[in-house]
Structures are given as C-alpha cells and as structure tokens.
C-alpha cells in the first residue's frame, strides 16, 4: 500500500440516529448522523410509518404539475395549428390551384 494516500481509519467509529440509537462501526470517520436506523425504519420495526428524508414527494407533485402545465400548453398550440388549418382550407383558392384540383 502507497504510504499517506489512504484516511484515518477508526476502528470504534459511534454512528448516531435522529431516533436517539446509537451504535459503534468500523469506518473513516469518527462520528457519524444518520436519519433512520434498524430501530426505528418501518421495515424491520413493523408499523407503517412514511419515510421521506429526500422530499421525494414534493419533488413528484413538483413534476405532476409542470406535466399538466405543459400539457395545457401543447392542447393550446394544438387547437391553434387546427383553427389555421380551418382558416386556409375555408380561404379562396388562386386560379392556378383551383385549375391543378381538377386534374
């Protein structure tokens, strides 16, 4: 091993839960949050609790309204390519176009 590269290795490292548990590890650090642990996640303690440390719920209705807002948009720019379609199929056809139509 290259000598002065590696980190300080802590061999009784104290990891600390926002629950209150704490525990001790082998790690690079001396202390070490975190947000849940084995004693309070919903999966090993049973209850159904919701868990959401990273706003992923905000961030997916965040997402769900910019989709609808774009959406409304594309509906808007869509009727408006229709109506202009409507306008040039009901406006007077050139001599030329009417003469080419009945061949």
């Avoid at 905000?58 to 309204?65: A, R, V």
Wanted: charged letters at 30%.
């Amino acid at each position: 091993m290259k000598q002065g590269i590696h980190p300080q290795w802590y061999e009784e490292a104290t990891v600390m839960c926002a629950c209150g548990n704490t525990f001790t590890v082998s790690a690079a650090k001396q202390t070490i949050r975190i947000d849940i642990c084995s004693k309070c996640h919903p999966f090993f303690t049973g209850e159904m609790k919701f868990v959401d440390t990273m706003g992923r719920v905000e961030k997916f209705q965040l997402k769900q309204k910019t989709a609808e807002a774009v959406k409304e948009t594309l509906l808007a720019k869509k009727k408006k390519k229709e109506e202009e379609k409507q306008r040039q199929a009901n406006t007077p056809k050139s001599l030329r176009e009417m003469l080419l139509s009945m061949k």
